[in-house]
């Protein structure tokens, strides 16, 4: 059994794929091709915002759109500390100060009452300190993740961003295709991020992300920002950016993946109902499940064991059966050594730390078959 099939969607549209990828090598424009400009206009419609720009990641996507708000050293943006790392790291790499806020225990993501209790907290402290001459953070905005593929709680968190006067980032790299009150994953906030990383939901064949926004202005610093700053012509260089452009052959790929999209996003829907059938009322063991006018996109099918010992034995009696699991994400944020500075203690974030311990992702795929699904099923039930 297969944890992601990429064998099984490329059997499906292999000749698309060569045609797509034969005309870049006839055209030769490898850098910026006219598949950039398509793959940007189609996105930007299916997601509903008015600019897409290509870039060579999900974590460029994050950092271009921090770069373009303008965070840097001083800053704060806050967070959640499980996700993975390229969450906070980009906060990092700006020179901000990534400020983590404990999750949901049942969607995960980040939970707006602690956000709201965080970022008062914060700015009294900051208020404090200005007071007594000490340098003090400045709250600047919040990136909240869509783990898992399902939207954080946007209404919720727009109302706090509004409140504070911060920007929000979506950091959508697993939510490509989700929907919360009928907008699409990518749409939410000042700039939505999405990565194309292979085992994304719309994944390429190499590194790839993009970034969404209704914003003439961010979009175009953005654009200037992925070719180094530039300005009105190649030699021109208004700004320090980086080299973070989507690759002509990338596009090319994704525009070939994004036509049978909305099928393999059906089919996602109906493996995890099914799941949700199989597995629920099976002894110690929580299936997700999505809040009210939330569509999940099912970048990972994630349920919560009894405890990591149940969590061990799960995993051990599956892959005894040749069925891969993983665990999405064994340490959080606070507790990585790249964060070690923060000084946040073990029990900081006490349901991060608890869902790191006992979270299991299953296998996920638009082609995963009911016999699969039931032997997966039949396995933890027998634990
Ligand atoms: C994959 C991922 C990223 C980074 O995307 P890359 O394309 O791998 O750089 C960022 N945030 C989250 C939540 C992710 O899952």
């Not at 974590?59 to 959640?80: I, K, N, S």
């Not at 993501?109 to 700015?123: S, V, W």
């Not at 007071?131 to 919720?156: E, N």
């Not at 490509?176 to 907008?183: I, L, M, S």
Request: hydrophobic fraction near 40%.
């Amino acid at each position: 059994m297969h944890f992601i099939d990429l064998v099984t969607q490329q059997t499906r549209i292999r000749a698309d794929l060569e045609a797509r990828i034969a005309a870049v090598l006839d055209h030769g424009q490898y850098i910026m091709g006219p598949e950039i400009d398509e793959l940007e206009n189609r996105l930007a419609e299916y997601v509903g915002t008015r600019h897409a720009v290509g870039c060579a990641s999900g974590t460029d996507a994050l950092l271009l759109a921090l770069m373009a708000l303008e965070v840097g050293p001083g800053d704060a943006v806050f967070t959640t500390p499980f996700t993975f790392v390229a969450t906070a790291e980009a906060i990092r790499l700006v020179g901000a100060e990534p400020v983590f806020v404990d999750i949901d225990p049942v969607t995960f993501n980040i939970a707006p009452p602690l956000l709201d209790t965080t970022i008062r907290r914060y700015m009294e402290e900051s208020a404090a300190k200005a007071a007594r001459g000490l340098p003090a953070g400045r709250p600047r905005g919040i990136l909240p993740v869509d783990l898992f593929g399902i939207p954080a709680d946007y209404d919720a968190i727009e109302t706090i961003a509004r409140r504070y006067g911060l920007f929000v980032i979506e950091d959508a790299a697993q939510s490509f295709g989700a929907t919360y009150q009928e907008r699409k994953a990518c749409s939410f906030g000042e700039v939505g991020c999405t990565s194309f990383f292979p085992a994304k939901p719309l994944g390429g064949y190499g590194d790839g992300g993009m970034c969404f926004t209704n914003d003439s202005n961010l979009d175009s610093v953005m654009r200037s920002l992925r070719v180094h700053g530039q300005g009105a012509h190649r030699y021109d260089n208004v700004r320090i950016g980086i080299n973070g452009r989507l690759d002509t052959l990338q596009a090319a790929v994704l525009l070939a993946k994004f036509d049978i999209f909305p099928d393999e996003l059906v089919r996602r829907q109906s493996v995890a109902e099914r799941y949700a059938d199989l597995l629920t009322g099976t002894p110690d063991i929580q299936v997700p499940s999505l809040p009210p006018h939330t569509t999940g996109v099912w970048a990972q099918y994630s349920i919560l064991t009894a405890s990591s010992d149940h969590r061990q034995r799960a995993q051990d009696a599956l892959r005894n059966q040749g069925i891969p699991t993983a665990v999405y994400y064994p340490i959080p944020l606070h507790r990585q050594t790249a964060f070690r500075d923060l000084n946040h203690p073990p029990g900081a974030f006490p349901v991060s730390e608890d869902c790191a311990s006992r979270i299991l992702s299953l296998p996920m795929h638009p082609y995963l078959e009911a016999a699969e699904q039931k032997s997966v099923a039949a396995i933890l039930g027998r634990l």
